[in-house]
């Protein structure tokens, strides 16, 4: 039993001293993994990306990802500083680029780092729906949700652990331990990895929210966006509880109920028309 104490232990310990702090919902969150360790490895694995892809640069579709990622980058800044979080993004390197491949996805690494594919354009249609896309991939980045993952998969590392170490002392054979062992992987996954995952999304999708309408984006596209991504998935997915976003229905529902907070929120930026 020592051992798992100190297993358990030294896990508390990490949860009470190694927190940051939100700025858009003032939570504490897991930050294990220093930032300073984090960007420099995005920033890294993020060139060695763009060596290894098809990046297009000088064409209309390349120009607007870049314009918009400056206009939600910028909308972030006046939003952090307005509310007490000057140099917050100083650390950040922002980068925006289209990379010819047809997947329809977009992504932002820890810092700034973003990556449109062009086989998402012919959903988002325009800037607008673009932005929305982007908003929530920044807004990603924007609240260290890399550094709380890498934390929360550290923590779930030290529970297995712990585990193996319990059933060890309680004398149970090898094969009811590696059972054992089993449940804990699937219970952690389901019941607080995958649903972390999905706060994390839903997360960023008000935050995008809030973010795109400062930059001057209507807000009211972003469920629209949605309902286009639903259809274009024929409306599969697996059950929600099993998967790390929430379902199309639930980002469509939270986006309608959201869109009208964004507006108010942009109005403090003197932000009172959209497009």
């Known amino acids: 039993m020592k051992t798992k104490n100190i297993v358990l232990i030294t896990s508390t310990v990490l949860l009470l001293f190694s927190c940051s702090q939100n700025p858009f919902t003032g939570k504490k969150t897991l930050a294990l993994v220093p930032n300073s360790q984090i960007l420099p490895m995005a920033f890294a694995q993020y060139d060695e990306f763009l060596t290894d892809n098809n990046v297009e640069t000088g064409t209309s579709e390349a120009n607007m990802v870049r314009s918009v990622g400056q206009k939600i980058a910028k909308a972030s800044e006046r939003w952090l500083n307005a509310n007490g979080y000057q140099g917050y993004l100083d650390d950040y390197r922002w980068e925006y680029n289209l990379v010819r491949d047809d997947q329809v996805n977009a992504w932002c690494m820890p810092g700034g780092k973003i990556v449109v594919y062009t086989g998402i354009l012919p959903i988002t249609q325009d800037e607008t729906g673009l932005a929305v896309v982007m908003g929530h991939e920044v807004a990603h980045a924007l609240a260290n949700h890399g550094q709380q993952r890498m934390s929360a998969g550290q ?44 706060s994390h999304e839903t997360e960023a ?61 942009a109005r403090k930026f003197g932000v009172t028309s959209f497009k």
């Open 205 to 265: 999708d008000k935050i995008g929210l809030t973010i795109m309408a400062i930059a001057g984006y209507n807000p009211d596209e972003a469920a629209e966006l949605w309902q286009r991504m639903k259809a274009n998935s024929g409306g599969q997915g697996p059950p929600e509880i099993l998967s790390t976003h929430p379902s199309n229905d639930t980002r469509i529902n939270n986006l309608t109920q959201w869109a009208a907070g964004a507006k108010a929120e």
């Open 155 to 198: 923590l779930q590392q030290v529970g297995a652990v712990a585990t193996a170490v319990g059933s060890q002392a309680a004398g149970v054979d090898e094969q009811t331990g590696a059972l054992f062992n089993t449940l804990y992987g699937v219970g952690s996954q389901v019941g607080a990895m995958l649903p972390f995952s999905r």
